[in-house]
């Protein structure tokens, strides 16, 4: 932490997509004191889901500062700055390459407290994902479910489970649902990936839109979160723009964007298969439903949700249902919280991030599980990707860095990715569906 009490607390942001760019800015000051001044400077990693201008504004999340860069160029950048917190809003992958790049780059030299977690619910690759977070000083959990399971992953290796850390969703808020609105709205929170079958996303949306039939004095939305074209931490090969083509939906149901939690303040249903956006409702105490529909699988993430009373079906919600939230199991997981405990869910963090430094012989180099010889078949492969060789320096021929790239370099780069996001989302899913023929 600062020495004095009038220079502000210095937190980097380095974030892959538009939703892990929301977390990793919200998280970065809600771990700050109270009161204190804060510069944040964000960072956004080059790839297929790097956000555009128009996802960035609709995050509503806001920096200092804000560029994008490669792995080697934030690695370097990092080596040349201080800052006193370090926040990693990735994927797995490239936290760990980050841990190793930047564990090469600071050594046993002063550092800051580097922070990693999750956007969201954790239904998938638990063992994965969380061994690859493992090495950060504080990995936090969102609730106090996940928190035991995070112990249960590295303790279960052998690793050292300090590091995780119990907080809550930072962008939870809002005012609390008092009522029906005029007229009354259902809410369908898309997601990209999820489900990821042409034939699952259409009998969805043909429910939505029958819903919006059978109650005409209703309206229904359709709340996505991108435009074709756009990437999020998901792929999304069918987008629902494009699926709606040619059904004739009927005047109370439209499509929307925009900020989630604009959407919610007027929201008196909110239905999906399993988006934290259900969170985020259950937090506000709105009906929220985890639709059953097409099963309660591990592959869709909605057995999440059970237990929460929230699981139900659309025949149910054609039929009048408002489904009620389990007092129980919000509080597990770290929602609806009475009593200001969820204005108070970052004080161990925060308290954890002060008394770090301040250790004998402060901050020691960070020390992920996945070294040479832990994971010698699985860890180079990882790194590479990032430009990384396996002791985490920057490979021969890997991006310069230590300087701004000139008009040119800027018009390839953009003409590049397009080319990239175009073959990912249009020519890589119809090479696909060729190939099952």
């Known amino acids: 932490m600062p020495a004095t009490t009038t220079e502000p ?6 974030a892959d997509s538009d939703t892990r760019w929301k977390w990793g800015a919200l998280t970065a000051r809600r771990l700050a004191p109270a009161g204190a001044e804060i510069r944040l400077d964000g960072h956004l990693l080059r790839g297929r889901a790097t956000p555009t201008a128009r996802q960035l504004r609709e995050t509503g999340a806001r920096a200092d500062s804000l560029r994008e860069v490669t792995a080697v160029e934030f690695v370097r950048a990092m080596a040349g700055e201080r800052y ?26 002063p550092r800051p407290v580097v922070v990693t977690g999750y956007v969201g ?11 690859l977070r493992h090495g950060a000083d504080l990995v936090l959990a969102n609730s106090a479910h996940d928190a035991e399971r995070f112990r249960d992953v590295y303790e279960g290796v052998g690793a050292d489970a300090a590091s995780v850390t119990e907080v809550a969703l930072p962008f939870l808020g809002g005012a609390p649902y008092t009522g029906q609105h005029e007229p009354f709205t259902v809410v369908f929170a898309a997601q990209p990936s999820v489900p990821d079958r042409r034939e699952d996303r259409a009998y969805l949306l043909g429910r939505l839109i029958g819903h919006a039939r059978r109650h005409p004095g209703r309206e229904v939305l359709l709340k996505l979160r991108s435009q074709p074209g756009e990437h999020t931490t998901h792929i999304e090969e069918l987008p629902y723009q494009k699926l709606v083509r040619g059904m004739d939906a009927p005047a109370n149901f439209r499509l929307v964007y925009g900020h989630m939690g604009e959407v919610l303040d007027r929201t008196d ?14 937090h506000r105490r709105i009906p929220t439903a985890v639709l059953t529909d097409l099963g309660v699988r591990e592959a869709l ?15 149910r919600l ?6 009620k939230a389990d007092p129980t199991w919000v509080a597990r997981q770290g929602v609806a919280a009475e009593g200001g405990l969820y204005e108070a ?21 960070l020390d992920p599980y996945y070294t040479a010889a832990t994971a010698p078949g699985y860890l180079p492969g990882i790194l590479a990707r990032h ?34 996001r175009h073959g990912v989302q249009r020519v890589a899913p119809v090479i696909r569906r060729l190939g099952e023929l």
């Open 9 to 14: 607390l210095r937190i980097a942001v380095l």
């Open 84 to 109: 006193d917190v370090l926040v990693l809003a990735l994927v797995g992958g490239g936290v760990q390459a980050m841990l190793h790049g930047l564990r090469h780059a600071w050594g046993s030299g």
């Open 121 to 131: 619910v954790v239904y998938e690759k638990l063992a994965d994902g969380l061994l």
């Open 269 to 282: 249903l909110l239905v999906t298969v399993s988006s934290t956006a259900a969170l985020e409702s259950l």
């Open 301 to 315: 993430g909605n057995h999440h949700f059970l237990g929460s009373g929230s699981l139900t079906s659309w025949d």
């Open 318 to 323: 054609d039929a009048g249902e408002l489904p």
């Open 345 to 365: 869910a970052f004080d161990t963090a925060r308290e954890r991030i002060a008394a770090l430094p301040a250790r004998p012989g402060g901050l020691p180099p």
């Open 387 to 420: 430009h990384l060789g396996p002791d985490g320096a920057p490979l021969p021929g890997a991006p310069a860095a230590g300087r701004a790239p000139g008009p040119v370099r800027q018009i390839v780069r953009r003409a590049a990715r397009g080319a990239y």
